[in-house]
């Protein structure tokens, strides 16, 4: 019996608009359909779950809370019988997150770490952040090599904190594959899907709308409620753009896919630059092609790099043109069921597929 425990932290996984929670589900499917068992750890609202196991965390602060999760799972996992794989997708580097993984070690023939950004260091805005990550270094990264067999990454790193590598590309699941005819170009409607987070650079794009004096383009932003979509939406006032951006919130299922449905370009990322990544595989940006929809993003993303449905901006603070990006846009005739089609390539049963083979 193959069996696999897949181990997240932070997520809600009860969070349909959350694109990290859509994604972990669709991987934990793809495990179930490449024959194995797959329990799914993560939280769950306010509790944190294992299976059908509910649990209240009563520790504050992440630190604090962290060791008595990873307590609860060593307490559960102990009692199981073997498991071939355990898959973590990230997780705070603790001390004690070393001993968890010492002592559940026996019971897994392989174990792998998924880090869906590195570097992630760029990300890491606040100093207290970024002192954590040292003390993590310090007293933690440099001794997970005991522990871990294999890092997934999207990167093309061969070797990450001295742990050989299993490059993958970020997946979908074939339900995002969702076909619609393309709508008039009367209006050039653009959509970002998001977290928005810095790296994201809608700001880029919202400057852009600022310098362009055509009437026929409009931008939908769907995601937020932060701080930072807070300034996005003061830069839109103060650059009288309102008839031009609309701020659609959170969104999923069938309101997003009207979204979807009525617009012409995905905005990736345009900020990446910004934590010091330069290659990148996008969820957003397959996601996106999922729907059919042609792309513009900054980072290099090797699987899509050269393709007529991609069109790159700077990795950098130069000004985009939203002319230039219309003239390639009118330019082209997009077969938006072959965009569709190519995303074939994405769904996760055959990148799970990948690792499987690997380890």
């Known amino acids: 019996m193959k069996k696999v425990f897949f181990l997240t932290n932070t997520v809600d996984l009860t969070n349909s608009s959350d694109g990290l929670a859509k994604k972990i589900h669709s991987q934990v499917k793809a495990f179930k359909e490449c024959g194995y068992i797959t329990e799914l750890a993560g939280y769950s609202g306010k509790f944190y779950k294992i299976e059908d196991h509910q649990f209240s965390i009563e520790e504050n602060g992440v630190f604090s809370k962290t060791n008595e999760m990873l307590k609860l799972l060593e307490e559960y996992i102990l009692k199981q019988e073997n498991y071939e794989i355990l898959y973590i997708r990230k997780f705070y580097f603790t001390p004690y997150f070393l001993n968890f993984l010492k002592n559940i070690r026996p019971k897994f023939k392989k174990i792998v770490l998924e880090l869906p950004t590195y570097p992630y260091y760029g990300e890491i805005q606040t100093v207290k952040g970024k002192i954590a990550f040292w003390i993590e ?204 089609n190519f995303s074939d390539k994405f769904i996760w049963n055959s990148q799970i597929k990948k690792i499987v083979s690997n380890i």
Request: glycine share 8%; net charge positive.
């Open 137 to 340: 270094y310090l007293l933690v990264i440099r001794k997970i090599s005991k522990y871990i067999d294999k890092i997934i990454t999207f990167s093309n790193d061969k070797k990450i904190y001295g742990i050989n590598c299993i490059k993958i590309s970020n997946g979908i699941d074939s339900s995002e594959q969702v076909y619609s005819e393309e709508p008039d170009r009367n209006i050039i409607n653009f959509i970002s899907v998001s977290s928005i987070s810095f790296w994201h650079g809608i700001d880029r794009f919202i400057l852009a709308l600022k310098n362009y004096e055509g009437n026929n383009v409009h931008f939908h932003i769907v995601g937020g409620g932060n701080n930072i979509s807070l300034s996005l939406k003061k830069m839109v006032q103060d650059y009288n753009l309102i008839k031009k951006v609309t701020f659609h919130g959170q969104k999923s299922g069938e309101e997003l896919q009207k979204i979807y449905a009525m617009c012409h370009i995905g905005v990736g990322s345009l900020g990446r630059h910004r934590s010091n990544v330069y290659y990148l595989n996008s969820l957003k940006n397959r996601e996106y092609l999922a729907k059919g929809i042609p792309i513009i993003y900054s980072e290099v993303d090797d699987d899509l790099e050269g393709n007529k449905f991609v069109y790159k901006v700077s990795a950098s603070e130069e000004m985009i043109s939203i002319n230039d990006i219309l003239k390639w846009f009118n330019e082209n005739k997009f077969n938006r069921k072959g965009i569709v």
